[in-house]
C-alpha cells in the first residue's frame, strides 16, 4: 500500500465516523409521532444491500485475489482470496452468535411481539432492552467500521459508497436502540445519547483494526484484508440489510432498491475508471 497521508486517514475516518452517527438520525425517528415512509426506508435499505453486494464481488475480492495472486500466482491467488471471503463471512457470523437474539435487533422479524423494541414490557425491562440492544449494536459495529474505513483507505469514491450503504442501515439500528429507551424513561436526551454514543464503535473499530494491521502492509495483508471485508458486507448484506428492508417493505420495494444499488454502484465505477 501506498504511504498513508494524513488527508487520506482523516477522510477515511470521517465516512466512518458518519456511517456510525447515522444511529443517532434513527434514534431522532423515535421522537416523531407521524408514521415515517417505511416504504421509502425499505428502498434505501434494499438500495444499500445492492450498492454492498455489488462492489463486494465485483471490486473487493477482485481486489483481494490480485493482491494474492501477485504473490502465489494466479490459481493460488483466486482461492486464497475465496478462503479469505468466506473467513470474513463466518467472522461476522460468529460475532452474531454472541449476542442474544431476543436482545438483537436483526433479529427482531422472528420474535414479532415479543422483541424488546416493539413489546410494551415495564419500564425496567424496557430501558434494559435498550440498553443490551445497544451493546449488541456496537459490537456489530466493530467490523463494518473497519469494512468502511479499509475501503476509504484505497479508493475514496468507493469508501464513500460504502459509508452511504451503511449508514442507511444504522437508521433502523438506532430506532432499535432508541425507541424500548425513551418508552421506558420518557427521556429523549437519554434514548438520544445511548443510541449516538454505540455509533460512535464505528470509527474505534476502524482505528483499532487499522493500527492492528498497518504495520504489516503489504500485498499478502492488502489480499487477507480485502477478502475478509467483502466477506464481512455481504453477511450484513443477506442477515441484516435485506431482512430488515422486507420488515419495512415488501419483495418490490426491496428488490427496486437492490437493482437501483447495483446500478448505480456499476456506473459509478465505470464513470471513475474514465
Known sequence: METLTSFQFLSALGLTLFAGLATGLGALLTFLSKAANTKFLSV???FSAGVMIYISFVDILTKSQDAFASQYGSLMGESLGLLAFFSGILFTFIIDQLIPDNVNPH???EFNAQHPSSQPLQHDALSRAGAFTAIAI???NFPEGFATFVMAL???NSGIAVAFAIALH???EGLAIALPIYYATKKRKKAFTVAFASGLTEPVGAVLGYMLLAPLMGELTLGITFGFVAGIMVYISFDELLPTARRYGNDHTV???VVLGMFVMALSLILFKL
Open 170 to 172: 444504522n437508521i433502523p
Open 138 to 140: 456496537a459490537i456489530h
Open 255 to 257: 428488490i427496486v432498491g
Open 44 to 46: 434505501g435499505l434494499g
Open 107 to 109: 433479529h427482531a422479524l
Open 154 to 156: 484505497e479508493d475514496i
